[in-house]
């Protein structure tokens, strides 16, 4: 079993049923919710004019692999109403894988860590919460046997 943080935001609808929603859906696929970070309220990064987001970060346990994950959470996405219209803009649900173990990828498709995490205080407060041995007086540092996947054979 992998350990994931995923990170979750919506800004459309109903945000915290939309989130909500998400996390039932990630259950249904195989990829189970340990711990569940507050959901916090936050202005939109970049992009057009917009609402605010809700966000969250969960800790999950899954068996799929990197690649199946992305798909997954895609799918979920899709399911709940996403619809690729505009670069940053608004969405019902968006789904970020933020770590996957201690890997390091990066593909076209796919960069983990999430690249854009560490600049992003609605992504840090949240992690922070549920996983603090993950920071140290208060900043995020990446662990330091994070590997490939050469390094881990997947």
């Given at each position: 079993m992998a350990t994931v943080?995923?990170?979750?935001?919506?800004n459309l609808g109903n945000r915290q049923l939309n989130l909500q929603r998400a996390i039932r859906l990630l259950n249904e696929n195989s990829i189970i919710t340990e711990k569940i970070s507050s959901f916090v309220e936050t202005n939109p990064v970049g992009g057009p004019k917009q609402?605010?987001?809700?966000?969250?970060?969960?800790?999950?346990q899954t068996e799929h692999s990197p690649q199946k994950l992305l798909i997954l959470v895609k799918s979920i996405e899709k399911?709940?109403?996403?619809?690729?219209?505009?670069?940053?803009?608004?969405?019902?649900?968006?789904?970020?894988?933020?770590?996957?173990?201690?890997?390091?990828?990066?593909?076209?498709?796919?960069?983990?860590?999430?690249?854009?995490?560490?600049?992003?205080?609605?992504v840090l407060r949240p992690l922070e919460e549920i996983a603090p041995e993950l920071f140290k007086a208060g900043k995020f540092f990446l662990p330091k046997q994070i590997k490939s996947l050469t390094e881990l054979k997947i």
């Open positions: 943080y995923l990170g979750l935001g919506s609402n605010k987001f809700i966000n969250a970060v969960v800790k999950a399911r709940i109403g996403r619809l690729p219209l505009i670069l940053n803009g608004p969405r019902v649900i968006d789904i970020d894988i933020l770590l996957y173990n201690s890997l390091k990828l990066e593909s076209p498709q796919l960069i983990i860590p999430h690249p854009r995490m560490t600049n992003r205080h609605f």
